[in-house]
DNA sequence: CTGTTAGCGCATTCAG
DNA sequence: CTGAATGCGCTAACAG
């Protein structure tokens, strides 16, 4: 690979010229200026980032860090990150955490390591891993769940009222026996998912029965196995409430399986949009996420977070869409759209 | 953050010092050595990626381009990319070049301006992208196609055998006017699946028919418009093989949006693991692709190349799987499943 | 406006 | 076995 050197030999000029002519710092004399650039052109001079990044200890890199990159929801969010990236001449890399601590640990150590100059992440919260980002003054955006103990620009949606929302419309087809089928409890989505479903059932004066609750993690396994404890235990729900995308899949592959049939025999009312939900039937009632529009306000986020690192941290919370479609209807309607 | 220097005055020890034991390299004395570690605890250290990459002009970086992040099968790989990688001390990191050539141009700048140490891609193909890479000693493995002009390690399935042997099925279920949505015609996994269609079809002494034939990017759009020109035209076939997971999404959803039975009205057989296939109906046909493993290998061949910069290219065929099921089916028959 | 000098943090010679 | 010196490639002061 040619160094600014090489091209500096080849324009007849010192390193800084060509520096400055490529960077566009200054003003270069225009024939140099020309000079340098046919050089660069002609040797396929191409900066060498580490160097560069070494000097201005500062890079151009953002670093997303999911922790599934198998849920779409995490993958539809990189879009929006992407398109303000570019904007502002950042390079995005996705990493996967894969809601393992260690991997996390490895990646932020990795984010250290490589000097990245922004991260946007969804935090595991099982350790003080983003406190090491914060010491090393690391510019960081917490998307899809609160970050514990540390505060950093964040942006979620409403997940309380959007729970409440859902459990209220299962509450008013007349359902009687919801269940909730939910996250660990120590991310904050889980957590506010089900508080909103608790609150539902307390306004309708509802007793609240834990054995109705399921935890799992966020995967299709989980929301399979909890769907298959609550389908054993007696009397069985009426309906559930899944709190995300992956465990609503995974709750119906289970009543498929077992033959329960939806909604005659269980409503379903799920949570971010569903791989090929239009195929499914019947149509899945879900509330959904702006995903592309959560990318890029986290991204906005760390743009401004980055010019000015001293602004308080900002909590950005955007708007769900509530989608009522058959699954979720005590008898077949059609489907309706509400916020 | 601490340098190095920190370390070894905190230790009183030289830089170097610091260095050889932290690496591990050459024999250095018990105490000094338990004295660096302290000291580097101590001050929580760090070593810079950056400095340490650019005097050794190599890093511990790989880099996956996919060409679309939102396609599960791409996805998927990187579990299996990931795993191999951690063992041998290298991160992942994912890029989307989302099909577009610039995009990728961009990001294969950022791979060349970064150092990265590996590169695994799915090469859209149109410009000479991937001679950058080689020409700056890059190790790259290509996935899921073939990169055009390049020799490059490269791992795929046998597209052509598992394309005649999905069309074989069809034809031998019965099916008269079989169609084929096909992705773009520079992408060799596109062309490569439409040829085994086209033996297949000549094998039984069969027509071909060009109206019959759509090229569409492999997106769920594309399979949309595509199945509904299809659907136009008369006569219309009556079965269809999409040659990726989101074709067959597409081509199905549009079926639904117009009353289209399958399979009564048309067959339908697909390529990869549709997201909640599970939850489709009726069960979709499918050739799917080992995808764990395609990362794996992969990953493994990136591996001997950088151990190995002159070896030969290696072309690895994993095997797919054809699963046949009632989508396919002239009359519900069950769930049979064969190579 | 341009060139010289220095140093980012580290690993690797080379002496000792 | 250890330390001093050097340079990876680049940019930012500083002179001129």
Redesign the interface.
């Known amino acids: 690979?040619a160094t600014i050197y090489d091209v500096a030999r080849r324009a007849k000029v010192s390193a800084s010229t060509v520096s400055r002519v490529l960077n566009g710092k200054q003003s270069v004399d225009a024939t140099l200026a020309e000079r340098v650039r046919e050089a660069a052109r002609d040797l396929?001079y191409?900066?060498?980032?580490?160097?560069r990044?070494?000097r201005r200890s500062q890079?151009h890199?953002w670093?997303v860090l999911v922790s599934d990159?198998?849920n779409?929801f995490f993958?539809?969010l990189?879009?929006g990150v992407?398109d303000v990236a570019?904007r502002s001449r950042y390079?995005?890399?996705?990493?996967?955490s894969?809601e393992n601590p260690d991997k996390e640990a490895?990646?932020i150590?990795?984010i250290?390591?490589?000097?990245i100059a922004g991260v946007i992440i969804s935090p595991t919260n099982r350790s003080g891993h983003l406190r090491q980002l914060l010491d090393?003054d690391v510019p960081i955006v917490a998307i899809d769940r609160k970050a514990r103990g540390a505060r950093v620009d964040t942006v979620t949606v409403d997940n309380t009222e959007a729970a409440e929302l859902a459990t209220n419309h299962l509450l008013s087809e007349g359902f009687i026996r919801i269940a909730c089928i939910t996250g660990p409890r120590d991310i904050s989505t889980a957590e506010e998912r089900l508080e909103g479903y608790r609150q539902a059932l307390r306004a309708a004066g509802r007793e609240y029965d834990p054995r109705l609750v399921r935890y799992a993690d966020f995967r299709e396994q989980g929301g399979y196995t909890a769907m298959a404890e609550l389908l054993d235990h007696t009397p069985r729900p009426d309906a559930v409430f899944a709190t995300n995308n992956l465990l609503t899949?995974g709750a119906?592959?289970c009543m498929?399986d077992r033959g329960v049939r939806v909604p005659d025999d269980v409503g379903v009312f799920g949570f971010d949009d569903?791989?090929?939900?239009?195929?499914?039937?019947p149509p899945l009632s879900t509330i959904t996420q702006p995903t592309y529009d959560i990318g890029r306000t986290a991204a906005e986020l760390l743009l401004r977070r980055i010019a000015d690192p001293s602004r308080p941290p900002t909590l950005s919370v955007l708007p769900t869409h509530l989608h009522v479609r058959a699954s979720s209807l005590k008898r077949p309607r059609g489907t309706e759209s509400q916020r």
């Open positions: 690979m396929d191409r900066p060498n980032a580490l160097a990044s070494l890079t890199l670093a990159i198998n779409p993958t539809a990189v879009r992407e570019q390079s995005v890399v996705l990493c996967n894969d490895s990646y150590a990795a250290l390591a490589e000097q090393a899949v119906l592959e498929v569903v791989p090929s939900a239009t195929l499914i039937r």
